[in-house]
Nanobody, 124 residues
């Protein structure tokens, strides 16, 4: 089994920055892609960013391009989401997800493991 634990969420003012992390533990495997999704109150979940195993391939939602950066440390079994120029509409619970394949994807159903989420709140 695989466990994913997010951390680093919190309250930040609009225009500020925050970095959330996702630590993986449990079953040891290589070659997996990671993604970040978010869900705001009353809204459906949406894709935010994804990264492949090597870190050389990434994908972002249009709404966060140029503001968010996804990265990973395979040595530390951790993926990061650096969020800059935050806006009130970025307020959501942010979830990380792991996929047992190496390619990036924006589709939720293609991820195999999910964390419990971390709350990010951006005040105006």
């Amino acid at each position: 089994q695989v466990q994913l634990v997010e951390s680093g969420g919190g309250l930040v003012q609009a225009g500020g920055s925050l970095r959330v992390s996702c630590a993986r533990s449990g079953r040891i495997f290589r070659g997996y892609a990671m993604g970040w999704f978010r869900q705001a109150p009353g809204k459906e979940g949406e894709f935010v960013a994804a990264i492949n195993w090597s870190g050389h391939s990434t994908e972002y939602a249009d709404s966060v391009k140029g503001r968010f950066t996804i990265s990973r440390s395979n040595a530390k079994n951790t993926v990061f989401l650096q969020m800059n120029s935050l806006r009130p509409e970025d307020t959501a619970v942010y979830y990380c997800a792991a996929r047992l394949l190496s390619g990036v994807t924006t589709r939720e159903y293609e991820y195999d493991y999910w964390g419990q989420g971390t709350q990010v709140t951006v005040s105006s």
